[in-house]
């Protein structure tokens, strides 16, 4: 549906849709205008809480994204969605006070939630406005204070400027569009609407699709205010539903995008950053867990311990990133010819270490034998080349150290082996005679 066309152009079925959207939202207000609804304050008085609550719930996690991201269209988003909430809250006391008080005036009901909508829309659009020209800044905090400010002096003016807010009954009941006022806030939320579409071209996460569809329904929603009439009619009750569900829309949006985000932190907390496998960190929590399981099963598992030959001559003869390519391809080898149930971690420098639950020194050096035939056959250059050291944990109690140190020292004692068999083919060429 976000693919261009051949001649550059996006398809204008997206468009289409919108528009037939916002058509229907219009026109189900439209005919709901000669639905006769009796006025419930305190149907109202609910709405206006349950979309505060979300509101604010939506504004903690917007913060908490924040912090993890520096997203700062997260930050501005959760101060709107905070107001607005402030306001909604504020304004359903009055409709509990009315039912407790039927001589209690509620003018100020639309009052209120007419000014929560200005600010969530006006916060709405600064918060792209701030990313899209000033996209980087080391003053974040000065610059979202002025924003908040520029908004809350917005809103004052452009309330001023009506001189009176939203009655409570619209003076031309019969008229196409009875309440006007409550096309302003629509306004400005449809090109937040536009705006944000843009948006999802670069980022297109749960977040900013919900946000999306939320700025949507609020468009819907004024579309469904301009309908109404008087206070709490069957238009005013759609656009209160509407609104109420363009928070849980983008309150779902966030805490599954809140999900992923402490989901990758996760991974990266137990992962190497450079080669993506597990780092020392998690190999231990996983050796731990073999010996548990060892000690009840009495089912032994192996423990490789690999060490890159030549690492520094790597580095100093063609450079650190062909370095650190050739760590990433032992790590790539280890990844891909070891079991689901193994665990292949970096140990540290140019040291790895592989985890083979339920296995035997059989099957651990068939293991060692097929990673050092992968890696003499890379015909990727430098050519790699690794020493493998084995240990085998059967559950005898001993400690994780034991068992590395183990390990490490059958490693070396195979550096050594290979070391010596080297010095002897040098000794042996130079006694043959040549030919």
Not at 6 to 12: K, S
Not at 226 to 244: E, G, Y
Not at 336 to 361: K, M, N, Q, W
């Amino acid at each position: 549906m976000g693919e261009k066309t051949m001649n550059g152009r996006r398809p204008t079925k997206p468009l289409l849709w919108h528009v037939l959207g916002f058509a229907l939202a219009f026109l189900a207000a439209y005919s709901l205008r000669r639905v006769h609804l009796e006025p419930d304050h305190v149907l109202q008085g609910y709405l206006q809480v349950i979309g505060a609550l979300l509101a604010f719930v939506f504004s903690a996690l917007t913060f908490v994204r924040f912090q993890g991201t520096q997203d700062r269209v997260s930050l501005i988003l959760g101060a709107g969605f905070l107001l607005s909430g402030a306001v909604l809250s504020a304004s359903s006391v009055l409709f509990f006070q009315f039912q407790q008080d039927p001589t209690v005036s509620v003018t100020w009901a639309p009052v209120a939630w007419w000014l929560s909508r200005m600010v969530l829309a006006l916060l709405l659009l600064v918060a792209l406005l701030v990313e899209r020209f000033i996209p980087r800044s080391r003053h974040t905090k000065a610059e979202i204070t002025g924003a908040l400010l520029s908004v809350i002096a917005l809103t004052y003016l452009i309330t001023a400027a009506l001189r009176r807010l939203p009655p409570e009954a619209s003076r031309h009941p019969f008229a196409v569009v009875p309440n006007p006022q409550q096309l302003l806030p629509g306004l400005i939320f449809l090109a937040a609407v536009i705006w944000y579409r843009r948006r999802l071209q670069s980022e297109d996460s749960a977040f900013d699709r919900t946000v999306y569809a939320a700025a949507w329904l609020n468009f819907a929603a004024q579309l469904a205010a301009c309908q109404s009439i008087k206070l709490l009619d069957a238009p005013f009750v759609l656009a209160q539903i509407l609104t109420v569900s363009s928070y849980a829309l983008a309150l779902g949006g966030a805490l599954l995008d809140n999900a992923r985000l402490f989901e990758q932190v996760r991974h990266l907390a137990v992962s190497d950053p450079l080669t993506g496998l597990a780092n020392y960190r998690r190999l231990l929590d996983v050796l731990e867990n073999e010996t548990e399981r060892t000690n009840r099963t009495s089912r032994p598992f192996a423990v490789l311990l690999l060490d890159l030959d030549g690492l520094k001559k790597i580095n100093d003869r063609h450079g650190h990133l062909v370095g650190s390519r050739a760590l990433c391809r032992v790590a790539a080898v280890l990844r891909i010819h070891c079991r689901a149930i193994d665990t292949a971690a970096r140990y540290g420098g140019d040291e790895f270490a592989l985890v083979l639950p339920e296995s035997e020194d059989a099957e651990a050096q068939r293991v060692a034998n097929r990673i050092r035939q992968v890696l003499a056959e890379d015909e990727e250059k430098p050519q790699l080349s690794a020493s493998i050291g084995v240990s085998i944990y059967r559950g005898e109690g001993e400690r994780i150290e034991k068992l590395l140190a183990d390990a490490d020292q059958d490693l070396y004692a195979e550096k050594a082996r290979r070391v010596n068999r080297g010095i002897a083919a040098f000794h042996y060429r130079r006694r043959t005679p040549k030919a």
